[in-house]
């Protein structure tokens, strides 16, 4: 079964810190592809980067990287330099084979205030 | 627009009333979801269309839900007799399918649901 566990309900950092997010998830497919949105106060849920399962190497775009690691089934998310824009609701998701790779599982999402 | 619109974006009704909710995907986007997000809360999953296949309707939470969708246009959930703790906002995303896998879904504005 598809399970996503993000356990930082809410973290707060000062502007230009760097702060990681966690997402551990449980799947019994070897094949299978998870994902991060932002969700910011507007509401709008925006997609951030999918990564499947054979792909283990880390991925950076601008302040944002991703560790992707399958021994401890962590997909953790990282922004350097916060800035306040970064304020949002983030969620981790998987999807599966159990899903049919359709339906998609969320995390409870952390969300991030960045201070000035 | 080409995004996943949803109307009405806000809805407020009175406890025992019956609401309908309307999800208009991305054009050519064959999957469409439909979520529950409470205050505060994790996006939970309602139902899932896909083309022309049975809908995935395992996170319907009770039989007062239903949801419809006609080939792969317009959706509509149906919540009938309205409970206050139906309060929520209810998002609709879309998205393509490639190769038999869903791409990343795009997400509507919601609509923020309140029972009085």
């Known amino acids: 079964a598809q399970k996503v566990t993000q356990a930082q309900t809410e973290i707060s950092v000062v502007e230009k810190e760097d702060v990681t997010l966690d997402c551990v998830y449980e799947?019994?497919?070897?094949?299978?592809?998870l994902f991060w949105y932002k969700q910011p106060p507007s509401g709008e849920l925006v997609f951030l980067i999918r990564?499947?399962?054979?792909?283990?190497q880390n991925e950076i775009s601008g302040r944002y990287s991703w560790n992707f690691q399958k021994s401890t089934s962590s997909f953790n998310f990282t922004i350097t330099a916060s800035q306040v824009v970064d304020s949002a609701v983030y969620f981790c998701?998987?999807?599966?084979?159990?899903?049919?790779?359709?339906?998609?599982?969320f995390g409870t999402g952390t969300k991030l205030q960045v201070i000035p | 627009g080409a995004g996943v619109s949803q109307s009405p974006s806000n809805k407020v009704t009175e406890k025992g009333k019956d609401v309908e909710l309307r999800c208009d995907p991305i054009?050519?986007?064959?999957?469409l979801y439909w979520y529950r997000q409470r205050l505060g809360q994790g996006l939970e999953f309602l139902i899932y269309?896909?083309?022309?296949?049975?809908?995935?309707k395992s996170g319907l939470p009770s039989d007062r839900f239903s949801a419809e969708r006609t080939g792969e246009s317009v959706s509509t959930l149906t919540i009938q007799r309205t409970q206050q703790e139906d309060s929520a906002v209810y998002l609709c995303?879309?998205?393509?399918?490639?190769?038999?896998?869903?791409?990343?879904?795009?997400f509507g504005d919601g609509t923020r649901l309140s029972i009085l």
């Open positions: 269309f896909q083309g022309n296949s049975a809908p995935d």
């Open positions: 998701a998987l999807s599966d084979l159990s899903g049919g790779y359709q339906k998609v599982t």
């Open positions: 990564r499947n399962s054979f792909d283990e």
């Open positions: 995303a879309s998205s393509p399918l490639w190769q038999g896998i869903n791409q990343p879904q795009h």
């Open positions: 054009s050519g986007h064959t999957a």
């Open positions: 799947t019994r497919d070897t094949t299978y592809y």
